[in-house]
C-alpha cells in the first residue's frame, strides 16, 4: 500500500475516533513486526474479514469462491444477532477495520445494517464487490459511512461495471467524505498490458485507487503468474507509473520469482477471517473449514494451537511451506491487502 493510499486509510480511521485499545493494539503490531514474527502474537487482529453471504449473482471459474469446495459451495447469510455477538468479541475492540466479504456482498438484505454495526464499534470498513448493484445502491452506500469500496474489473462484464461506476459516481462524487473507490484488476503474463485502459477509466470516473493484481494459479497454471524477470512487464510498469502515478493511486502487484520463497505474507499475523457460522480460513484463497477452528466456540482462535502451527512455516523457513502459498504472490511481497 503507498504513502498516499496509507493516508487515506489514516485519515478514515481517525475520522473515527478510535479507542486507546485500538491505538495500543496497533502500535503492539508495528513494534512485533519491527522485531521479527512470533507464533504467539502479543496483540490482536488488526483486521477481521467476514463472510457475510455465499450467494453471488455471478460465476466466475477463476474466482477462488467459485473453487471446488469453495465459499459458494457452502455456507450461510451473516445474521444480524451473528454481527452483534462478534462485535461483543474482546478481539474486535481492538481491531483496525472489518472487511464484509462474500459472495456479492450487496445481495445481503442487511448488508448496509453491517456496515453502521461496524462503524459504530469504531472500525474501518471495507467491501469488495463486483459493481453489478453500485448504481441503483449509491445512496445508501454513500449514507451507510463505509469507508472502502473495491470494485471487481472482470472483463467479461466491465462495460456493464464502467456505466455502473459513472452511474454511482454521478450520485457521490463532490460530496463530503464518501467511500475511497478502488478499481481491481487481476493481471496475467497475457493480458496486463490492457490494464492500462483500467488506468484510464479509473482515472475519468474519479477513482481513487487502481488494484493491480498477480494472478493466482487456482488452476495450476503458473505460466499466467506474473514473474520478477519478466522484463517486458517491468518495462510497463516503469511506462504506466511515469504516465499515470501522479494522477492516481496506483498498486502494482507482487511479483512471484524463480528461486526460493521467502514467505513474506502478513495474513496470518494481521488478519482473522471467517463466515456466519464462525468457521475460520487461513487466507482468501482457502474456503472456511471447521479444521482451522471456529471463532464461536473458541474466542482465542487468534492464538490457538490451529493458528500458531499455520504461522510455523513463516517464522521457521525449515519447516515445509503450505502448499497454497507455493506460487501465492502474497507470498513473495511484503503484501498488505487493502
Known sequence: MNIRLKRLFFLKF???????????????YIAVKKWGDKLYLPYSPI??????????????????????????????????????????FPFMRKAVRMGLIGGEVFLHKDIFTFIEMARKAGLVTSIFSNGSLIA??????????????????????????????????????????????????????????????????????????VFLQNYYPVDNKTELCLYEDNLDYLSFKNEMGKKY?????????????????????????????????????????????????NIMKDPNLWNSDIFMKLRMPFVDHTRPI?????????SFADHRAI
Open 47 to 88: 483486521s477481521v474479514q467476514v463472510h457475510v453471504t455465499p450467494r453471488c449473482n455471478y460465476r466466475c471459474s477463476w474466482c477462488c469462491a467459485g473453487i471446488p469446495d469453495g465459499a459458494l459451495q457452502k455456507g450461510s447469510d451473516l445474521t444480524v444477532e451473528t454481527m452483534r455477538a462478534i462485535l461483543l
Open 136 to 209: 441503483d445502491l449509491s445512496g445508501d452506500i454513500y449514507r451507510s459511512g463505509l469507508s472502502f469500496l473495491g470494485l471487481s474489473c472482470y472483463d467479461r462484464y466491465y462495460e456493464r461495471l464502467s456505466a455502473n461506476i459513472e452511474r454511482y459516481q454521478s450520485k457521490v462524487f463532490g460530496r463530503a467524505n464518501p467511500p475511497i473507490l478502488c478499481m481491481q484488476r487481476i493481471m496475467t503474463s497475457e493480458n496486463y498490458r490492457t490494464s492500462e485502459n483500467i488506468i484510464r477509466d479509473a482515472i475519468q470516473l474519479h477513482a481513487d485507487v
Open 322 to 330: 503450505h502448499p497454497i502459498c507455493t506460487n501465492c504472490y502474497a
Open 245 to 293: 502515478g501522479g494522477k492516481i493511486n496506483i498498486i502494482f502487484p507482487g511479483l512471484l520469482s524463480r528461486g526460493e520463497n521467502p514467505r513474506h505474507c502478513r495474513v496470518l499475523f494481521q488478519t482473522l477471517m471467517f463466515d456466519a457460522e464462525g468457521r475460520a480460513q487461513m487466507c482468501c484463497y482457502t474456503p472456511p473449514d471447521e479444521k482451522y477452528g
Open 14 to 28: 481517525m475520522a473515527l475516533r478510535p479507542v486507546p485499545s485500538q491505538l495500543y493494539n496497533l502500535f503492539k
